[in-house]
């Protein structure tokens, strides 16, 4: 290639390379280009850090070949880099992006026209490159950019892009004395690289699924090769799921947040400025202490978050430096399983009521209610032991208003009932059970409290007792079958035949999820699971179940300790929009601990891996509405990996690393009993940040690092800590050296495997004030929030709410496989596998005039969905399903776009005992969209 060639490609890749990697040189470059540097910080932002939640630009070479799902540091990235070494170039991690960045693409061409010019034959390589990798990230970029922008800066930067990929154009009117200038110019060609080896990596993936896999990557060059489960350990079969399969296209996207960040625009706009680490940090610690001086600590809240489900936790960094910088308005509870956490307190003495799932191969029966483990994942063995069981001829039904995948995999015979009666159902069966003499008499007279009057508690009023409500003896309502049916929509002589198989099997199993609990009688649901289980002899039998197990008393994993917040208030955490709507409306009576109302408004809000803020809190237009009052709340800051539709309403953005870039130790979720370990596998990518070190530079500000690190050099440090902790307290374990080598530790000690096992067989007391399964509960009858025993309780927005000549349908949320939660909802390859659909039965998608595939409205008084509908037979007729966890995307309308069923669920009302969310308690209709 001639030598003036050469010199003008070195010159266009140079000054391309500069526009990628340098905006203050790019601004004085202008004047080569002959264009005023007019573009604002936002605008190039937007184009280059990813500041702009609606502008994606596909700036590296593995997107670009992958499309629109396409993930980065995949074997494409190898393939560039082993390209760059091959020819001695040592490839650089330009501003953290991955290295095959179109501004390190630049750079490497740079290198090969410099080397070329300086005496080495390497035109044909740069050609080479050009037309594998470059020319498609070239296209891609500037196709994106003049869409996103009308700059005269792109618009130049295109055309010098497209020169450079075709050697052709105008003379550039380089200055006198430039290109000699210019470091790069003088560099040669280096001798080739070695290549890096292929290592696997072992994971402990924390995101909030209900398993917790251990995983293991294929990694090379720092690229991330593949994802499989760990098919090594013996003790426990990790299957994963299609979302493992999938990881690298949600982790390693394109929505990944880059670089800190503060808003630029109208909160809510998704458009924002980039800073740095230090002026996040600042301005943190600014409103922390400008909102604590002006309106008090419990000013400051962090919402719930499970993003990160694992030892270290940026929530809780941040709590502990809240707590000693004076305080926060703290909550209780979790959206998961509060109702069932709160009422087996009252039963059992407990909420660990749940035993292993190896326990279901004693079972003769097993009852899968509310469950649906084959879509949302529940433990790594839960599903395969349903499996084996159904083999071996165990007979399993499901109880579900929606012919679920768990339904479809394992279950014998479908139940669909109407959503929030299942405590009637439940009150029918135990009736049929007891009427006909079935009832295991001995072990509710040893174990049982209020069953009926011979076991009331002393002074206990009369027909408060179970039996009493059954037989009607209080209400004159017998509660038999019949009666069932006309609440619950089950024939009755199911719910007989199925009471009296129930009743004979011994042992039978009831496995039951949280969906039935998600309900505003959720409390009194599960209640009744605990009466059934008790009413015929199940509890703390192998093979049996206390009818509440999802948690189970296993060994715990490392946690950090917290600190002990001065402050002292407590809310619900689904109540935070109420306060934020009317902070003095909160009082006691709602479930406020440590005063009687609160005392000031919440202007500082923390979102730190959650979506709490916007998605995942129901009724999504009202939080809308409160968040965006730039006067109702003075600043948002959010911490996550993704430009999240919570992360739009943000004021300040702080890119966090994916479970890719960071270590940490991880615990089962629920009825598992091991330890994960979770390995860095590559660099935190761009200018991202564990929580931590953030907390540690606001602690700065604030003078309180020393207090906030105690004195520890890093994270790893709190997680030895942690992990020794827990090793105090079971010897068992390794070293915490032991853990990581492994991978994961499989606890030996198999004592917890039945719940309430030494309670049945040892006779050791129920840790209830009676020491017994305390059917009919002194302590809620005397506080007057439920009934003293489990009856049912109808519901609003239940079947037999007037309200339903309004909005005819039950409107019900499942777990999509496709997501754990919101996470995954942006990656495409996992869309594919559970699109958004409003799930409708036949009758009344016919009575609507809707087809199968049919665009649909989905609305009542909250807000309207707008999805295709799925007309199947697997839904009962009366009630809608939306699958819950879809990023919020509002149309011009208004109306969500996606699929958010939040958009439709109720924020006003919480469940009386434990003041949770109702989510599954919604009455809502459906039209064809025109
Ligand atoms: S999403 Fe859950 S089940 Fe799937 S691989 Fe990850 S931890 Fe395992």
Redesign the pocket.
Known sequence: MPESILLKQFARCHLARVFFTDREAWARECAVLGVEPAMSDVEYGALVWGTDASVDIPLWASVCRGGEGGALLDETTLDVVRFYKRLGYAPQRLDGNPPDYIGEQFRFLEYLYAAAINGAELAHEADEFIALYALDTVKAVSEAMLGASSSPEVAALARLMEEAMLRSGAELPLPEGWLEGLESFGWIMRPPIPEGEVREIGH??F?D?????H?VSRVAEGCVLSIE?NKACEEIR????????A?RYTFLSTSRLRYPMERAGKRGEGKFRRITWERAAERIAEAMKSTRETWGPGSRYVLPGAGVCATARGDRFLRNLLSLDGGQLSFYNYYSASCAIHATNYIFGTWMCGSAPEDLRNAKLIFLWGHNPAEN?FG?QLNSILMEVKARGTRIVAFDPRKSDSVLAYANEWVPLLPSTDGALIDAMCYVIWSEGLQDQDFMDRFCLGFDEAHMPAGAPEKECYRAYLFGEADGVVKDAAWGESVTGVPKETIARLAREFAAAKPACLLTGFGPQRTLNGEQTYRGFAALASITGNVGKPGGSSGCGCIRDAHGAPYLAGREDPHGVTIPSFLWTRALEDYRSLTEKDGLLGGDRLASPIKLIFSIASGMLVNQHSNINNTVRLISDEERVELIVLSDVFMTPSARYADIVLPAPSFFETENIVGPWGADDYLLWNNKAIEPLFGCRFEYDCFRLVAKYLGLEEQFTEGKPDMRAWLEEAYETLRGEYPELPELQGLIDKGYYVYCDRGRDVAFRKNVEQGVPFGTPSGKIEIFSPRLYESGLLPGNPRYTPCDEGPADPMRAKYPLQLIGFHSKRR?HSI?DQNRLLRELDPARVWINPADAKARGIADGDLAEVFNDRGTVRIPAKVTERIMPGVVAIHEGAWYKPGADGADEAGSINVLTMSDRATPLARANPQHTNLADVRRAD
């Open positions: 402990a993936s995101n699924c209900g398993s917790k896999c995983l489960p990790f299957t994963g799921c299609a979302r493992g399969r990881y994942q790594p754990c995954h």
